[in-house]
C-alpha cells in the first residue's frame, strides 16, 4: 500500500505539482486525519520486527476494510514498514478493480501468496475471519467469528512469527444490520446491509500482542490437522481475551464523557 503507508517513496519524476499532491501528500494527510478522528490509541508496537517475516492477524470488523489500512498505516508510521494485506477476491473482480488493488498494495488472498510474501521477508497482515467477521451484524460485535486456518500452515511453512492484534472500535464506526448470503448468482457471497457508510467516531484502540514464534514447525507440520486447528484455536482465544478485558474497562465509545460501556 505504498500510496498509503509511504508517500516519499513514490516516483515523481514526469509529474505535475497536482499529481504529486494527489498521489503522495494528500493519501498520508487524510490517515493523519483519520487517526485523530478516531483518537486512535496503539500499544504493542514493539512486538512487531523491523525487519523480516512477520505475519499479522488481527481480528476483523466494520464492513469497510479500515481496520487494514488503519493497522498499515500505524506499522508504516511507526516503525517505517510496509505491510502487505492479503484482500478477499471480490477485490479483484474485473480489470479495473484489480488494477486499482493492485495499486494500493492489495494482494489476492492464497496460501501460496502468502508464503511467497514471507519468503521475501515482508511483513503481511492476513485477518482469518475473513468476511464472516468483517460483515458480522454489530449486535455481534467483538464477538470473534471461527478462524480459517490457512495462516497457520503459511507461518509453519516459512516459520514466520504470528503477532495477533485486538483492533477496537471498528465495530462501531460502521454499523452493519445484517449480511445477505446468495444461494444462486453469487453463490455463498455475503453481502453486508449497512446503517451507515460515513464512519461514526467512535474511539479507536490497536494493541499489538507479543508474537507466536513458529520456529519450531516446517512445512511437513502443514499437514497435521490436529496441530494446525490447536494453534490457529489458540490464537483466537488470546485474540478474544484481550477483546474481552478491554471492552470490560472500556467506559465511553463517542464522546470523552458518558456512562459505562455494558459488556458485549
Do not use: C
Amino acid at each position: 500500500m505504498e500510496q498509503f503507508f509511504a508517500p516519499s517513496k513514490i516516483k515523481t519524476q514526469g509529474m505535475s505539482k497536482t499529481e504529486t499532491l494527489f498521489q503522495r501528500e494528500l493519501p498520508h494527510f487524510l490517515l493523519e486525519i483519520v487517526r485523530t478522528y478516531f483518537r486512535l490509541e496503539i500499544e504493542g508496537l514493539e512486538h512487531v520486527p523491523k525487519k523480516g517475516r512477520v505475519l499479522l492477524v488481527p481480528n476483523h470488523s466494520g464492513v469497510t476494510g479500515l481496520d487494514a489500512v488503519m493497522v498499515g498505516h500505524e506499522i508504516y508510521r511507526n516503525i517505517n514498514r510496509i505491510a502487505r494485506t492479503l484482500a478477499h477476491p471480490l477485490w479483484f473482480i474485473g480489470p479495473h478493480i484489480r488494477v486499482l488493488s493492485k495499486r494500493i498494495g492489495l494482494v489476492e488472498a492464497s496460501k501460496e501468496a502468502g508464503k511467497k510474501l514471507l519468503r521475501q521477508g515482508h511483513a503481511v497482515i492476513i485477518f482469518p475471519e475473513g468476511e464472516a467477521g468483517n460483515f458480522k451484524p454489530t449486535a455481534q460485535r467483538y464477538r470473534l467469528t471461527e478462524f480459517r486456518r490457512g495462516f497457520v500452515r503459511m507461518a509453519m511453512a516459512t516459520k514466520s512469527p504470528i503477532v495477533p492484534i485486538v483492533v477496537i472500535g471498528a465495530e462501531e464506526t460502521n454499523i452493519n444490520l445484517s449480511s445477505l448470503k446468495f444461494h444462486s448468482m453469487l453463490k455463498g457471497v455475503l453481502i453486508p446491509v449497512p446503517l451507515n457508510m460515513l464512519p461514526l467516531p467512535a474511539k479507536w484502540k490497536v494493541i499489538f500482542l507479543p508474537p507466536i514464534d513458529m520456529r519450531q514447525y516446517s512445512s511437513k507440520d502443514e499437514n497435521n490437522s490436529e496441530l494446525v486447528h490447536k494453534i490457529a484455536s489458540e490464537v483466537r482465544v488470546r485474540i478474544q481475551k484481550r477483546i474481552d478485558e478491554e471492552i470490560a474497562k472500556r467506559d465511553w465509545i463517542y464522546f470523552p464523557k458518558g456512562s459505562r460501556t455494558k459488556k458485549a
